[in-house]
């Protein structure tokens, strides 16, 4: 089993539109989660961390559920400039990120 | 300047070639990482470096290694390149893990 597992996609939403998605984990004793962006052929960079209360940013709202090992991520009022891959992060242990292989995201006008 | 800087940014070799890919950080971190990406498999760990005394392997080591010349600088090489080395490389850095990742911009590797 992967240890960070993601719906691929694509998730192919008109502009304004919400859409929202899911990466579940295998390590119960992870501790750190993140969301990274990934246009492409680009490098990832850092979306936003998932607390465990859960935490929005703009119109990007993180969500944790430790029960059942997943995170979540809704994005609200879509824009074209969303159009990207999302990449799960997990920290299993102390000295490596596990990542998921991405859900793409297109954004339609 | 980018914060982690990778070179080159695209390269093509042949089969059985020798190549080393370059990356330099300029945000003072110790950890260094090598990381592969290939489509639908995301990235995966090659070799990671706590501090120049320190260099472990990752999950995919076979057919790489690695050098710490410097805090700042952490090459990866491939000592005899096969085509399943086609891959786009990040070299990335971190504090801590817990405050994710610095990616450089990434090396588009292509063996022929």
């Known amino acids: 089993r992967k240890e960070v597992e993601q719906d691929p996609g694509p998730f192919n939403v008109p502009e304004g539109a919400t859409v929202a998605f899911n990466c579940t984990y295998s390590?119960?004793?992870?501790?750190?989660f993140f969301w990274y962006r990934q246009d492409c052929r680009k490098e990832p960079k850092l979306l936003m961390s998932?607390?465990?209360s859960g935490n929005e940013d703009g119109r990007f709202t993180a969500q944790l559920n430790r029960a059942s090992q997943y995170i979540s991520l809704l994005i609200r009022d879509s824009k074209l400039s969303d159009s990207a891959t999302y990449l799960c992060?997990?920290?299993?242990?102390?000295?490596?990120?596990?990542f998921g292989a991405g859900t793409t995201v297109t954004v339609r006008a | 300047d980018a914060d982690v800087t990778q070179t080159p940014r695209n390269r093509i070799t042949k089969t059985g070639k020798r190549i080393m890919l370059e990356c330099s950080q300029t945000?003072?971190?110790?950890?260094m990482y090598w990381y592969r990406q290939d489509p639908g498999l995301g990235l995966r760990l090659i070799y990671y470096?706590?501090?120049?005394?320190?260099?472990n392997k990752g999950e995919i080591s076979d057919g790489y290694s690695v050098s710490r010349q410097a805090q700042a600088k952490f090459s990866l090489s491939l000592e005899s390149a096969i085509p399943n080395q086609t891959a786009l490389y990040f070299c990335?850095?971190?504090?801590?893990?817990?405050?994710?990742?610095?990616f450089g911009s990434g090396t588009r590797l292509t063996v022929v």
């Open positions: 998932v607390y465990s």
């Open positions: 990335a850095t971190s504090g801590t893990a817990n405050y994710g990742y610095t």
């Open positions: 470096s706590f501090d120049v005394k320190d260099i």
């Open positions: 945000k003072g971190h110790d950890r």
């Open positions: 390590n119960s004793a992870s501790q750190s």
């Open positions: 992060v997990v920290i299993p242990n102390d000295y490596k990120l596990s």
